[in-house]
């Protein structure tokens, strides 16, 4: 959703901001603005469109004068993407700035009251009301100013403040969506996620919901809303600066997908100790998992990708019922779930709303919570009972494809794991789980060395206008993934289907020359697919078969063939994504997209 900079110090402030704001765009990008506290007066520049326009606009930064700043990418809810809807958003006098991530759930009677008293607005923004709340509320303390605000908001938000008054401050405040204060040497820092401030500070704290900061250049203070003193803990984030860097890729997915092996190695590796699956993060007893009757997954987009694989994999392995629910769709069904249901997150920021009040809606009903985040220190993970995370590293492209591998190793973590304890797996199929759980890396690795033969069936196949993914039992979950790869960054029509279910109506959309990627992975199924493919090319179809190496004969029953190697069954998608991925991505560079940040997503949703 949106991203928040801001910077206090004594150089030029707009540089730092607009350098933050580049980190932060996968948040966020039809709009951006800054505003600067020039010599008493609050300056705001902002332009529809990329952070490019901006630039261009601020002669990158050079024409906008202070020492202290805040900065915006927007990611639009309410209001179109437009200049006046862009933030910062200024008070009616031009007294209070304010940057926001979130949603003001009530604003429309707010922006009522404030109409009514002859307040004029500008945007059609939920935010403006927020600095115009400022300028109506405040008298003279800027604290009180503050706490009045926060009193009216209903909704979630992170906020960077500034006011013209107070011209050697920032006031930062946070509820539901994330901010963290980087502390440099004479200068201090706002930003929604690390990577905006990186380059300048490794030390950080952490807002969390309902506290106030009052940063200055030397010092950084944090309160309740009764206006006692926090202490604050301080982090020392450990990341490797490259890792948020491009190093060297045009993009940041091709990055990305080509650190899968080590992510996945890195993921698990922490977990197995002498020949052992171990999982110290879930506080849960042998008896309290023999317990449970069902296991509830909740996630979104890609991740819910990975609970699907996951319905199959812990029903497989554990003969329990699984669900995996869409998590926007969960806490809306008034959902069966209790302390007998065990419920699964997923979530790579760890800050998706519509999974954060999923989870809480399942805690509130008695059931204990694992996560699965990417984000250290995310609010999933702290509200979770327990958290599990995968080391994938930031994920800066929009399309996610080393987190949701990095999603799946822990999934096969947990399959192994809680077989073993509940007695449903031998010890020979222990340490086959094992062995092929560590071979994985290895064979992605393989696959990607071998990247050029799907970037050459792109290049045939990138003209397609309609796409089909069919797949059977864990290749349909795969194929959820596949074709949301391939829409969302190259944005090809494309949908994916049970392949059994294909005849029931979707069939009549084949004709000559559909692209339909089958998914032949699932060796119990290969006969019952390959039946599918005939279906659809005796309609025109061209065929793209995706399928292990051993099945050389699917050769002939398919236009274009693409190898993996083989694994046990379970662990399939992890290697059957790789192609995938690679293929949306060659399709998206060969239509000239923007691959990291396509058009009208964000990666991290922090509004419902
Ligand atoms: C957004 C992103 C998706 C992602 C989903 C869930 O829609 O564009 O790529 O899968 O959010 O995000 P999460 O951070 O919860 O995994």
């Given amino acids: 959703m949106c991203g928040i900079v801001g910077y206090i110090g004594e150089e030029q402030a ?42 261009i606009l601020t002669n990158n930064g050079d024409t906008l004068h202070g020492t202290v700043g805040i900065g915006h990418t927007r990611w639009a809810t309410h209001g179109e993407p437009s200049d006046v809807n862009a933030h910062p958003h200024l008070s009616e006098s031009g007294r209070f700035a304010v940057v926001h991530n979130g949603i003001i759930e009530n604003y429309l009677p707010l922006r009522e009251m404030l109409t009514e008293k002859g307040i004029v607005f500008r945007s059609n923004t939920d935010t403006e009301v927020i600095a115009q709340l400022f300028e109506y509320y405040d008298q003279g303390n800027l604290m009180d100013t503050v706490i009045r605000v926060l009193s009216k908001l209903d909704g979630s938000y992170a906020l960077g403040v500034l006011c013209r008054d107070h011209p050697d401050e920032i006031i930062a405040v946070r509820k539901e969506s994330p901010l963290i204060i980087g502390l440099g040497e004479h200068e201090n820092y706002i930003a929604s996620d690390i990577p905006a401030i990186l380059n300048k500070t490794r030390n950080i704290y952490r807002l969390e919901n309902d506290e106030i900061a009052v940063i200055k250049r030397d010092s950084v203070q944090v309160f309740n809303l009764d206006k006692e003193p926090i202490h604050k803990e301080l982090e020392v984030v450990d990341w490797d600066i490259a890792a ?7 993009h940041f997915m091709f990055k990305e997908i080509m650190e899968q092996p080590k992510a996945f190695h890195d993921t698990i590796t922490p977990h197995l100790k002498d020949g052992r699956v171990v999982l110290d993060e879930i506080h849960l007893t042998a008896d309290q998992i023999r317990s449970f009757r069902k296991i509830n997954i909740l996630a979104c987009g890609s991740a819910y990708h990975v609970g699907v694989v996951a319905k199959y994999v812990f029903e497989k392995i554990l003969r329990i019922p699984v669900e995996a629910d869409l998590a926007s769709e969960f806490r809306y069904r008034d959902p069966i779930i209790d302390d007998k249901t065990l419920t699964v997150v997923i979530s790579q920021s760890g800050e998706t709303a519509d999974t954060k ?6 805690k509130r009903r008695g059931s ?15 509200e979770s009972n327990d958290v599990i995370y995968t080391l994938a590293g930031p994920e800066i492209a929009v399309a996610t494809t080393k987190a949701y591998s990095t999603q799946l190793a822990v999934i096969y973590l947990m399959a192994i794991y809680f077989g073993d304890v509940l007695g449903k797996i031998t010890d020979t199929e222990y340490q086959y789980y094992l062995q ?11 696959i990607l060395e071998h990247k050029e033969t799907v970037q050459y069936l792109a290049s045939k196949l990138f003209h397609c206008n309609d796409v089909f993914f069919i797949g059977r039992n864990i290749d349909y979950a795969l194929s959820l993934e596949g074709s949301l790869k391939l829409k969302e960054i190259s944005y ?11 005849k029931h109506g979707t069939i009549s959309l084949i004709e000559d020359g559909t692209l339909v990627i089958a998914l032949a992975t699932h060796e119990e199924l290969i006969g019952k697919i390959v039946s599918n493919m005939k279906e659809v090319q005796a309609r025109g179809a061209y065929v793209l078969c995706l399928t292990t190496e051993k099945h050389q004969e699917l050769k002939s029953t398919s236009q274009s063939t693409l190898f993996i190697p083989s694994t046990c069954d379970m662990m399939l998608p992890s290697l059957a994504v790789v192609p995938l991925q690679l293929f949306a991505y060659y399709v ?13 997503l964000a990666k991290s949703v922090t509004v419902e």
């Fill in 14 to 55: 707009a540089p730092f901001l607009l350098k933050g704001l580049e980190k932060l765009e996968y948040r966020g990008y039809d709009s951006a603005g800054l505003c600067l506290n020039d010599g008493g007066k609050l300056v705001v520049k902002k332009s529809k469109g990329k952070l490019q326009e901006l630039k």
């Fill in 368 to 382: 204990h919570v694992i996560s699965i985040v990417n984000v250290l220190g995310s609010a999933i993970a702290k």
């Fill in 436 to 446: 092929e759980l560590q071979a994985i890396p290895e064979k992605i690795q393989q």
């Fill in 244 to 250: 948020a860097e491009k190093g060297g890729y045009e």
């Fill in 588 to 600: 998206a560079a060969l239509k000239g997209c923007d691959i990291d940040k396509p058009r009208n």
């Fill in 357 to 362: 009040e999923a989870m809480k809606e399942a």
């Fill in 492 to 502: 090809i029509h494309s949908e994916a289907y049970a392949a059994g279910e294909l």
